[in-house]
T-cell receptor, first 114, second 111 residues
Framework: DAGVIQSPRHEVTEMGQEVTLRCKPI?????LFWYRQTMMRGLELLIYFNNNVPIDDSGMPEDRFSAKMPNASFSTLKIQPSEPRDSAVYFCASSLLQGAGEQFFGPGTRLTVL | TQLLEQSPQFLSIQEGENLTVYCNSSSVFSSLQWYRQEPGEGPVLLVTVVTGGEVKKLKRLTFQFGDARKDSSLHITAAQPGDTGLYLCAGDSNSGYALNFGKGTSLLVTP
């Protein structure tokens, strides 16, 4: 398996623009996680899905953020409108199990909002 | 959310030195994971500890889970430049929530 795939790897946009990040989890993994990583706040869980259903979105910063998982092999994280404080590295991860199950991370998308 | 405090935040040492990094919480975890993240990549799992007092070894890395399952340590013997990276601990509270990650210890090993 190719592992978790994320696109794009880098995104530079201007404030107010819509940004869409994409993730393909490892085939057969039932759980998908979206994280945001910054120096100040570390790795923060934004939302996670089980069998394509959002389970916990309490980490989503505000209404400008939304995530979808239309099928088992694809998820998106959308920011609309984007703001400079959204600049961070966004990771997608998938796992077979919740909790003690190993999470497999993608390479991340580095987002810069000017 | 159960907080995981990692210390030190940054550590710079020379090749061949030993080091220990810590992961502490006031909460009890059913298991705890350690990940290493290299620049430009996502974290990769190193080990999972489950039993209080458990010790696991991975070559020069020794992981210990506290007896009360509230804390953990990672000891590296004779550090090498390839050990450079961000070491993250993550706890599972077994309450139906996802893993809680600490902010990590950034380790730099210079030749």
């Amino acid at each position: 398996d190719a592992g978790v795939i994320q696109s794009p790897r880098h995104e530079v946009t201007e404030m107010g623009q819509e940004v869409t990040l994409r993730c393909k989890p490892i085939s057969g993994h039932d759980y998908l996680f979206w994280y945001r990583q910054t120096m100040m706040r570390g790795l923060e869980l934004l939302i996670y899905f089980n069998n394509n259903v959002p389970i916990d979105d309490s980490g989503m910063p505000e209404d400008r953020f939304s995530a979808k998982m239309p099928n088992a092999s694809f998820s998106t994280l959308k920011i609309q409108p984007s703001e400079p404080r959204d600049s961070a590295v966004y990771f997608c991860a998938s796992s077979l199990l919740q909790g003690a199950g190993e999470q497999f991370f993608g390479p991340g998308t580095r987002l810069t909002v000017l | 959310t159960q907080l995981l405090e990692q210390s030190p935040q940054f550590l710079s040492i020379q090749e061949g030195e030993n080091l220990t990094v810590y992961c502490n919480s006031s909460s009890v975890f059913s298991s705890l994971q350690w990940y290493r993240q290299e620049p430009g990549e996502g974290p990769v799992l190193l080990v999972t500890v489950v039993t209080g007092g458990e010790v696991k070894k991975l070559k020069r890395l020794t992981f210990q889970f506290g007896d009360a399952r509230k804390d953990s340590s990672l000891h590296i013997t004779a550090a090498q430049p390839g050990d450079t990276g961000l070491y993250l601990c993550a706890g599972d509270s077994n309450s139906g929530y996802a893993l809680n990650f600490g902010k990590g210890t950034s380790l730099l090993v210079t030749p």
